[in-house]
Every structure is written in C-alpha cells, then in structure tokens.
C-alpha cells in the first residue's frame, strides 16, 4: 500500500519502544499530498527523544517535539479547531521554490472577490457542497472559527480555523474562491453554497499540494 507519515511514525516508535505494534491517533487526516506543518499526534507508551525518532525518519517527516500528556489523552477527540492554510501562486511564471508547495494559477483573478468569500464562512454552516458525495460524513454543518485570505505579493494564503473539517472540504472551498474570483461564478452563488447545496453545484477541487495543517488547538 502507499507509504505514509503515520506509518513511518509507528514504526520508528516500534523500533525505540521495542514493541511489536503502537498505534498514533492524530489530529487531522490528511488527503495523499497535502502537507501537515502542526500535526499533533498521541499514543499510549513513554515519550522518546525526538532526535531518536528523526533518526529513523525519512527526510520528508520530522517530530518537533514528544512530551507525556494527561492519562485519557486523545490528540483527535480532545482538539477543539484545526487551522489550515492553502497557498496560491498568482503570477505568470511558476515557480521552482514553491513546486509542490502552492497551487500555480497564472491567469487573471480578482483578489477582493476572494476575500470576500472568505468573509462569508465564519459561522455554523452546511458544507455538503464541499465534500465528495460519496463521502463517509453523516453530519456536514461546520463551525467555521474564522477565515481570511492574506496576500504576500504574489503569493496568495488561504487560512481557515474551524471545529473540525470534512474530506476535501478546504480544496474545493479554495477551488470555489477562484471560479467565483475568475468570474465564472459570483459571490451570490457561493454564498448559497453554504446552504447545504449538492457537491455538483460547487467548484473544482483544488490541487492538494498548496494546502497544509498547520496547528491544532486544545481546551
């Protein structure tokens, strides 16, 4: 199967714990090429020396820190926002330095019609739009905390805080954005969408390497 950060993690703890199996319980999944910058992870054993652990690691993964938690943890459950961020390259050229870390979008884009979608999701909304429709949900109203895009020159982030989060639901947000800021779609529609509207009436999901996790807070 594909190889996975979670699995790399687990095996290295196996190695340092000499146990047959430790199993992590993370804070935010992650679709296969987002990244993570703030992942929180917990298990049931000792804390190790993070130095020891990133010594086991590939190089694209590194544990910043390991510390004993309260009895009963759950780095999950126990979470009470995530914050993602998706980067966008807007500009004519791409760019080596961020390949593989922003979504490259070279064409016209009005960058105040992004930010004022943004400004529409605060709040307790239905984001079945946003989801795959085949998706395991069962319930799709979202505590969205707060959302805001940020310009960097021609870099271009998309940052979201919400209770929790639903699969792809940050990539077609971010897909939306840019139909409706490429004026193929208007900020009416896109406020509509948060009504619970079908995935068929939303945007494009956008590519999964400009997105990442990057933090998660506890009570």
């Not at 430790?22 to 054993?45: I, K, M, N």
């Not at 780095?75 to 979504?103: E, I």
Request: glycine share 6%.
């Amino acid at each position: 199967g594909q190889r996975t950060v979670q699995d790399a993690v687990e095996r290295a703890l196996c190695t340092i714990l000499r146990e047959d199996e430790v199993r992590l319980t993370v804070a935010g999944r992650t679709d296969a090429g987002v990244h993570a910058w703030g992942q929180v992870c917990s298990y049931e054993h000792e804390a190790v020396d993070p130095l020891r652990l990133n010594a086991l690691l590939p190089p694209e993964v590194a544990v910043l820190d390991c510390n004993p938690a309260p009895d009963g943890f759950d780095a999950r459950h126990d979470a009470v926002s995530r914050t993602y961020c998706y980067r966008l390259l807007h500009r004519r050229a791409r760019s080596v330095w961020l390949a593989g870390r922003a979504w490259w979008h070279g064409w016209e884009l009005d960058r105040e019609a992004l930010k004022a979608c943004a400004v529409a999701l605060p709040g307790m909304h239905d984001f079945t739009a946003f989801t795959p429709k085949d998706s395991y949900h069962t319930r799709f109203e979202r505590d969205v905390h707060a959302a805001q895009w940020r310009e960097d020159g021609d870099l271009l982030e998309f940052w979201i805080t919400a209770d929790t989060f639903m699969r792809h639901m940050n990539r077609v947000l971010v897909g939306t954005m840019v139909d409706v800021a490429s004026g193929r779609s208007s900020l009416e529609d896109f406020t509509e969408l948060l009504e619970g509207r079908p995935r068929s009436d939303a945007g494009p999901t956008a590519p999964p390497h400009g997105l990442a996790l990057a933090s998660v807070a506890y009570a």
